[in-house]
Structures are given as C-alpha cells and as structure tokens.
C-alpha cells in the first residue's frame, strides 16, 4: 500500500515559474509518526508574489527540503503548463510547440516513473496528445521532424516519451483518423508504464541479464496492462499496446506468443517504434543509430520481429521526406550542408 510519502514530490527553484497563476502549497517534512511514515506540513502558499523569495530561500546552502502534493502537482500541467502550451499554439511556429510540448510530456513521465507514485499524474497526458497532433497538422511536420526534436538517453521516461511522437507520426502520416492518431499516439506514451515494477539496475543493465532478472522483464507488459486497466479509462487498443509490445510477428515474443495479425495493429507498430528509439539511442557501449541505419538492420537481420507492411511503409515516409528535402534544396539552388538534419536523415 502506497503511504502518504508517495504523494509528496520535493522541489527546487528551478520548478518555480512565477508565470504561474495557479497557487499550490509547499510543505516540508515535520517528523515521522509512531509507524515511522513520514509526517508533511504545510509551511507556506506559493504565489507569483512571492516567486523571489521563496526562491532565494530554496537556494540557500542550509535550505530544508520542500514538497508539493500530488493534486497540486497535476493542477499545475493541467492549469498551466498545458494552458500555456494551448495558447502558445496561437502565436508560436509549430515545430517551436511540439518542442515545448515534448519536454513536458517528457517531464510527466518522469514524475510517474522517479518522482511521485500514483498514476494519476498520467492523465494529464490526453490534452498534450491533442496539442502535438495539432502541431504535426498546422506545422506539416515530417517524422524526421519530430525525431529531431525528441531525446536521445537511456531513461524510461524519455524512451516513452520518443515512443508516443513516433507512434504518432507515424499514424499521422498513414493518415489514420483524428481519434485513431491520438489514441495510438497516447497508448505509445503509456506503453512501458509497466516498467516500474522492475529494479533499477535491472533496466539499466548492460549485457545478458540472468534468467531471475529476465523473468522481471518479461512481467513487465502484463504489469503494465494492469495498472492502466486499474485507471479505469484507457480503451482497449491502449491496453493491447502494454500488454502486446514485445510480441513478435513470427509468434516467438512474450507474453503470450501471439502470432500475425493476433497481435493487435496498435501494438504493432508500437513493436516497430519501441525497437526503433532504442537503436536510435545512444547506450554506454554503443553510439545510437541513424534513422536509416536503425531500420536497414530491423528490416534486413530481425526477420520475423515485425509485420513488414508496416515497417516497409515507415521505410518510406522516410525515404520520401528525404528525397523531397533534396529536390526542394536543388530548386532553391542550395548545396545541402553537412548538420545535424541531414546526418539524422542519412
């Protein structure tokens, strides 16, 4: 059972933002009761007014440690952060947005997987899904786009994070229903969620993890099921892509050895995305690959891992974002430069 101390979050002044309309509590650590469960009280109301000083005060050398509360926590994505990100759909380029709207969707992640330990923090994910798929239509953005913006690292927050955008565009450009992109988009930000359950040091692990260990990874999916089931208010298609992502194409993945089209579409391609973001992630032994790279070895040396129309039809949305990037540069009587985009693009 989840004591009061998982609904405390401590905080420094870097998460103070006095832009912020939306007031909140700071509490600090009192003492600890007959049980040993920690104690929080109140020690003052956060307001803009007050932004200066109550961060120089977390700023000092001696400060004590501070908490905000879970329900604070979410009020301040959904009232502000998300707020902000809607109106800045107005008046910002799109590309610029999704930027900002990736950090916070990379941020709630990180308050579920390291910081708090309720999933409520998790719904606060449905509107950033509504304003990255709005941003992908306004800006025209192509996948490489949105790859460009994403996080290259070895934690899970931001690997779910990198999953949810590509699944996104990748539906986006499939040209899926509205409601069908966002779901898809939203279930490969969720995927993984069952990934807190497994030791730390079992995840971040390089090399053949014993077979103790591999029985906490291949828990993980059903984990992940569960918890999001226990919500009460993801659909099945969300729930299929937890429970169904490491499931092989050939019927030789886990849990269950689905086969073929048993496997659910959305878990499908979250299959091909979730493979994709780690081999495009860097890892201790190894730099990460090109986009190209990733999916030449998917396709040519894991025969059997994925339904081939759907990563061939990745393949090229890839390869034609990149032709047209190259025809559009020769008309503006341009030499493409060797940078950051066109090495991401090779």
Do not use: W
Request: proline letters at 4%; glycine letters at 6%.
């Amino acid at each position: 059972m989840d004591t009061i101390a998982h609904f405390y979050r401590e905080i420094n002044s870097g998460f103070l933002n006095k832009n912020c309309g939306q007031g909140f509590e700071i509490s600090y650590l009192a003492e600890y009761d007959e049980n040993d469960d920690p104690l929080f009280r109140k020690f003052v109301d956060y307001t803009p007014e007050n932004h200066e000083k109550i961060k120089k005060m977390l700023e000092a050398d001696d400060c004590m440690e501070f908490f905000i509360h879970e329900s604070d926590l979410i009020k301040y994505y959904k009232d502000f952060k998300v707020r902000d990100l809607q109106k800045a759909l107005e008046t910002q380029p799109p590309k610029q947005v999704l930027k900002e709207a990736y950090l916070v969707t990379e941020q709630i992640l990180k308050e579920y997987f390291e910081n708090i330990g309720s999933s409520r923090i998790l719904r606060t994910l449905d509107e950033l899904v509504k304003i990255i798929q709005e941003c992908m239509d306004r800006g025209s953005l192509a996948f490489i786009d949105v790859f460009l913006v994403t996080k290259k690292d070895y934690h899970t927050y931001t690997h779910c994070a990198n999953v949810g955008l590509y699944c996104l565009a990748l539906a986006n450009k499939l040209q899926m229903k509205p409601e069908a992109i966002r779901e898809i988009g939203l279930g490969g930000m969720l995927f993984d969620v069952g990934k807190k359950s497994i030791p730390y040091e079992i995840i971040v692990k390089e090399g053949k993890l014993e077979p103790q260990e591999f029985q906490f990874i291949r828990k993980h999916p059903s984990a992940g099921r569960k918890d999001l089931n226990d919500m009460k208010c993801y659909s099945e298609n969300i729930l299929k892509m937890a429970a169904e992502h490491h499931e092989r194409y050939d019927g030789t993945g886990y849990p269950f050895q689905l086969k073929g089209e048993k496997i659910s579409l959305y878990a499908r391609v979250c299959n091909i995305m979730d493979v994709f973001g780690a081999m495009t992630a860097p890892r201790s032994n190894r730099p990460g690959m090109t986009p190209f790279a990733a999916l030449t070895e998917m396709k040519n040396n894991m025969e059997g891992h994925f339904d081939m129309r759907i990563l061939v039809n990745f393949i090229k949305i890839l390869a034609d974002a990149a032709a047209a990037r190259v025809t559009a540069s020769r008309s503006a009587g341009n030499t493409p430069a060797p940078n950051k985009e066109a090495a991401a693009s090779a």
